[in-house]
C-alpha cells in the first residue's frame, strides 16, 4: 500500500503564495510520473499539473504561469509551488501518480484563498 501524504495547504491571501509537498512511500518512486490534482468544494477532483519522471511538465490552463510542480527523486516528493493565489484556486489539493492505476489517495490539504 503506497502512502501518500501531503502537508503546506492554510488560508492565504488573494495574490498570495503557498508552496504545497507531497510524500510517498512508494518503491521506485523515480520512474512514476506524478500529478498535483485539486477538488473544488462541490466539485470532482481534477488533474491540474503533472511531471514526468524526466522532469517534464505540464498544466492546465486555469494554473499555467501561476505554478510550478517540482520533484525530488531521493526524497521521493513532489511539490507545488502556487503563487497569484486567486480565489477560484480554493480547494483540497491531492498528489499521485497521472497513470490510470492511481495509489491511494492521501488526506490531502486544504487551500484556502480569501480576504
Known amino acids: 500500500q503506497v502512502q501518500l501524504v501531503e502537508s503546506g495547504g492554510g488560508l492565504v491571501q488573494p495574490g498570495g503564495s503557498l508552496r504545497l509537498s507531497c510524500a510517498s512511500s512508494k518503491k521506485f518512486f523515480s520512474i512514476y510520473s506524478m500529478g498535483w490534482y485539486r477538488q473544488p468544494p462541490g466539485k470532482q477532483r481534477e488533474l491540474i499539473a503533472a511531471?514526468?519522471?524526466?522532469?517534464?511538465?505540464k498544466y492546465v490552463d486555469s494554473v499555467k504561469g501561476r505554478f510550478t510542480i517540482s520533484r525530488d527523486n531521493a526524497k521521493k516528493t513532489v511539490s507545488l509551488q502556487m503563487n497569484s493565489l486567486k480565489p477560484e484556486d480554493t480547494a483540497v489539493y491531492y498528489c499521485?501518480?497521472?497513470?490510470?492505476?492511481?495509489?491511494?489517495w492521501g488526506q490531502g490539504t486544504q487551500v484556502t484563498v480569501s480576504s
Open positions: 511531471i514526468t519522471s524526466g522532469g517534464s511538465t
Open positions: 499521485n501518480t497521472d497513470r490510470d492505476d492511481k495509489w491511494d
